[in-house]
Nanobody, 123 residues
Framework: QVQLVESGGGLVQSGGSLRLSCAAS????????MGWYLQAPGKQRELVAG???????NYADSVKGRFTISRDNARNTVYLQMNNLKSEETAVYYC?????????????????WGPGTQVTVSS
């Protein structure tokens, strides 16, 4: 089993910054990619940013230049630095991991989600 735990959410004023963290733990053999998604009330979950094991990144157009995704492979942790936040980015932010889990003789590839962390941006 694998667990993802997000942290770093909270209340911030428009134009402010937050840094989210997501740590993966459990029977992890390797992590292929990790990402951050947001889900605003009444809307579908959408990709914010993703990063591969090799460090390749992709971002939603709306956050380019303001958000930065990074990862610490040794700690199985992904970060999302969010600057110049906007009120419309108030949402629950979820961490996602595409990984191989073990034991090694029964290796399988799965996707896991964290429980989410609330980000509220006041205008």
């Amino acid at each position: 089993q694998v667990q993802l735990v997000e942290s770093g959410g909270g209340l911030v004023q428009s134009g402010g910054s937050l840094r989210l963290s997501c740590a993966a733990s459990g029977s992890i053999l390797s992590i292929n990619a990790m990402g951050w998604y947001l889900q605003a009330p009444g809307k579908q979950r959408e990709l914010v940013a993703g990063i591969t094991s090799g460090g390749n990144t992709n971002y939603a157009d709306s956050v380019k230049g303001r958000f930065t995704i990074s990862r610490d492979n040794a700690r199985n942790t992904v970060y999302l630095q969010m600057n110049n936040l906007k009120s419309e980015e108030t949402a629950v932010y979820y961490c996602d991991a595409d990984l191989d889990e073990g034991p090694d003789y029964r290796r399988s590839r799965r996707e896991y989600w964290g429980p989410g962390t609330q980000v509220t941006v006041s205008s």
